[in-house]
């Protein structure tokens, strides 16, 4: 697909809004939103959006991203680097998982 191309699907894309928020708001709340959508020349309805989609993006990553502690990570790297030996358990899963396949 050419840039062109794609430029006009995401526009189509965008114009195709069917859902709907709604939201209550102070008086001061919405001048503060409308001040800074001014600011950055978009519409109170586009600063919104873009404000609430790159707050969102932020939880998700945050939630997904594990974060350990050095002694966390110590005893990662040592798991990593001197792995424990396989247990009878996991021998007999390991054969009875390769005679499935056919290994």
Known sequence: MTNTASKKSKAKTDRCKNERLEARVTKEQK???QQAADIQGRTLT????A???DAAKQVIQEHEI???SAQDREV???ALLNP???SDKLR???QRYKQKLGV
């Open 31 to 33: 001048r503060i939103f």
């Open 46 to 49: 586009d600063f919104i959006i």
């Open 51 to 53: 404000s609430v989609l």
């Open 66 to 68: 594990m974060t350990l």
């Open 76 to 78: 990662f790297v040592k």
């Open 84 to 86: 424990p030996e396989p």
């Open 92 to 94: 007999t899963a390991a």
